[in-house]
């Protein structure tokens, strides 16, 4: 049994498949499916059932998946508290976040640390902030710069250590001739009466809105759902429906109606408690902060 094969096993076991996984780990599918054939042979038993393109684990290989992820972050771990040791910032840091915090918020960040940080290789992944978090809880990146999850939830994501780096106030957002801009006063009624357009179910975004028009009380009439917030601010624009937006969002092209919504989303870097970060993790979420502290930005305090 080596960590190749290992690792293979695992990559497959998360992908459910074998050509994913090959992508994933930047190898050909034979050379996949060689290494698993290798980690069956000295088990001495079958892991993956195969039938058609579909690919499941077989009993042994649940029974083998959970020590396996904790063997390659072992040794994540130890190669990267002996590299530490040198004090040098250097080496590959994978960081994953989501598209409007990698457009909104990183770009001078990313500026600093480049500069600053010359040795080190930026493997950036572009991902939901939901999908970003579920890599960081598997081992797959080190950190995630992302939407942090609401507090009212109790979802896996909650067990990441968070740091809170931005304030991002949502605000009630139309068009200019939406029939909302004629009311002196707006209700979750008077918005219920209203096609909405928001984020997907499932996102923290979609959680902190729900949570905060009590919509299990007051249905919205959601007609469309995109986890892109780009996509929202266009459609709202051109009179679709209303919205709620990050205030950064924000332009000409749309009625922001400000006072109506109290939450706001906190958007910050997770990581993994019980892995040890590089120094180049460690030098990042120092840029972050130094970073925003220099630029007198809204960081929570």
Not at 133 to 159: I, K, W
Not at 175 to 194: E, F, G
Not at 203 to 224: E, G, K, M, Q, Y
Request: hydrophobic share 40%; proline share 4%.
């Amino acid at each position: 049994m080596n960590i190749s094969d290992l690792k293979a096993f695992v990559s497959v076991a998360e992908q459910h498949s074998f050509s994913q996984a090959a992508e994933r780990l930047h190898l050909t599918q034979p050379a996949i499916s060689k290494r698993v054939a290798a980690l069956e042979y000295s088990l001495d038993a079958r892991l993956f059932d195969r039938i058609g393109r579909s690919v499941q684990l077989t009993t042994a290989g649940n029974a083998l998946l959970g020590h396996a992820q904790k063997i390659l972050m072992e040794v994540e771990d130890s190669r990267r508290a002996i590299h530490n040791l040198s004090g040098e910032v250097s080496g590959k840091l994978s960081i994953g976040t989501s598209h409007h915090i990698g457009l909104h918020r990183l770009p001078v960040v990313l500026k600093t640390f480049s500069q600053q940080y010359s040795e080190v290789q930026l493997d950036l992944h572009f991902l939901d902030s939901e999908a970003a978090c579920n890599e960081v809880e598997h081992g797959d990146l080190e950190l995630a710069v992302v939407t942090l999850p609401p507090d009212n939830l109790s979802d896996g994501e909650r067990s990441l250590t968070m740091i809170p780096i931005w304030q991002d106030p949502l605000v009630l957002v139309t068009a200019h001739d939406h029939p909302l801009c004629s009311l002196k006063r707006i209700t979750v009624q008077q918005l219920a009466n209203h096609a909405a357009i928001l984020p997907s179910h499932g996102t923290f975004t979609r959680a902190l809105i729900d949570h905060h028009f009590n919509s299990h009380r007051h249905p919205l009439d959601v007609r469309l759902e995109t986890n892109y917030l780009e996509t929202i601010k266009m459609l709202v624009s051109i009179g679709q429906g209303w919205s709620v937006l990050p205030e950064t969002l924000i332009d000409e092209s749309l009625r922001a109606h400000h006072g109506y919504i109290s939450a706001q989303r906190l958007l910050g870097i997770t990581h993994h408690p019980r892995r040890t970060l590089s120094n180049a993790a460690h030098a990042f979420i120092t840029t972050c902060e130094t970073q925003l502290e220099g630029n007198n930005s809204p960081a929570i305090t």
